[in-house]
């Protein structure tokens, strides 16, 4: 029995699916379109204590809002209303997002930015919940395929917009944010407050166990995953300076082609899943390993763009094998839990992916022999990938079950 399946789809708003596809990009660019001018933000206010720690900080603190208020946002969402809450997210990403046009001081700025990740936690929540509401059967699947689709695509693009628009001032990116306001109006016309209840639903959920065991294995390889996937957009920038390449566009380019190399490790995703989320996360693992690896000892531009793209392909083979492999191990009645908690180790260890740099640079040769240690640490994490089912209480070589009523971010 599939308990979702009991309550018909919200009636559909015309043109509701493409702006849910535009809002669900609003998150991804709060993350990746400053990371090209980190360098001169960190210049800028070079005569501020522990800049060194505070401007990646500035790129990653809407992820660790993320992290901790998502499931607060769903909780929210099934009270006041997912069209209501995702218009006034939308309206605090437009206010948030561009103070730093003004802001001369970083704790200002570190300010601006925790509002921007509290509008971020509830676009992205209420973003797949309405296409959860509005779509099901193959049409919410079709649409949650082009949702990974696009919101990657974006990245690619939004990396190399933030280091075009860089180029004229490391200030300026930040005015992009203010199309939250364009979108704030336009989704209060267009989308209509679901009217089907979360508590129907789960009045005929099945009385199932929270996995708790294998959910805090999947939460720790997810974590894992998500350090190392953040050390390009983060680090790639200081590490480029450090080999004399200083420009935002050039910086923008080379971590958006890592990104797009992201979409092909997700395609090769459907056609290895076969192989079990222990073996898959081993490859990835060791692929995006090697390429930290090349990137720490990079000496040229070259080198280093092939370096982020072989990260960037082992990045998009971990991050759909550890949402997949979560996904199919929660009943409808956890799904929202379940995820919520996927979305704090993911976004969580997005915030600690520069801490942890940081706090390795102490015990290396500075930030590259930092980055090294990552690369070393992905190979080691490997191993611990292929006993990973074991400890989730399952076999090496099972595939991951994909049931099609899975809502997926």
Not at 229 to 238: D, E, H, K, R, Y
Not at 278 to 301: C, E, M, P, Q, R
Not at 309 to 323: E, I, K, R
């Amino acid at each position: 029995m599939n308990p979702s399946s009991q309550a018909a789809p919200a009636p559909r708003p015309r043109g509701s699916g493409p702006l849910l596809l535009l809002g669900s990009c609003l998150p991804i660019l709060g993350g990746v379109l400053i990371a090209p001018v980190l360098p001169r933000i960190a210049e800028h206010f070079s005569g501020t204590a522990n800049v060194g720690l505070i401007v990646p900080i500035v790129l990653t603190l809407p992820a660790l809002m993320i992290a901790l208020f998502s499931p607060f946002a769903g909780w929210l969402s099934d009270r006041v209303g997912r069209k209501r809450l995702l218009v006034l997210a939308m309206l605090l990403y437009g206010i948030c997002g561009p103070l730093p046009l003004v802001l001369d001081n970083l704790d200002a700025i570190l300010l601006s930015r925790a509002g921007l990740g509290l509008a971020e936690a509830a676009i992205m929540t209420c973003c797949t919940a309405l296409i959860g509401d509005y779509f099901d059967g193959r049409d919410r699947v079709q649409l949650l395929s082009w949702q990974t689709i696009v919101t990657s695509l974006s990245a690619t693009a939004f990396f190399m917009l933030g280091g075009i628009i860089g180029e004229h001032g490391w200030r300026l990116p930040f005015a992009v944010y203010i199309v939250g306001l364009l979108l704030a109006p336009l989704m209060h016309l267009a989308l209509r407050e679901s009217l089907r209840g979360a508590s129907a639903a789960v009045e005929v959920a099945l009385g199932t166990r929270f996995p708790l065991r294998s959910l805090s294995v999947i939460c720790g390889m997810t974590v894992l995953a998500s350090l190392g996937f953040f050390i390009v957009p983060v680090q790639t920038g200081f590490l480029l300076e450090h080999i004399g390449i200083d420009s935002p566009q050039r910086i923008g380019m080379a971590i958006g082609l890592g990104h797009s190399a992201v979409f092909v490790g997700a395609l090769c995703f459907r056609r290895l899943s076969r192989f079990g989320p222990g073996l898959l996360l081993a490859l990835a693992f060791v692929v995006s390993g090697i390429g930290i690896l090349l990137l720490a000892n990079a000496v040229d531009y070259r080198t280093a763009v092939i370096a982020v793209m072989v990260n960037g392909l082992g990045g998009g083979l971990a991050l759909p094998t550890v949402l997949s492999w979560a996904l199919s191990t929660l009943s409808f009645e956890h799904r929202g839990k379940g995820t919520g908690l996927f979305n704090a180790g993911f976004f969580g260890g997005q915030f600690a992916s520069p801490l942890l740099v940081m706090a390795l640079s102490g015990a290396s040769d500075g930030r590259v022999g930092a980055v090294a240690m990552v690369g070393w640490g992905l190979l080691l994490a490997a191993l611990v990938s292929l006993v990973a089912p074991w400890l989730a209480g399952v076999r090496l070589l099972d595939p991951i079950q994909v049931s099609d009523d899975m809502v997926l971010h």
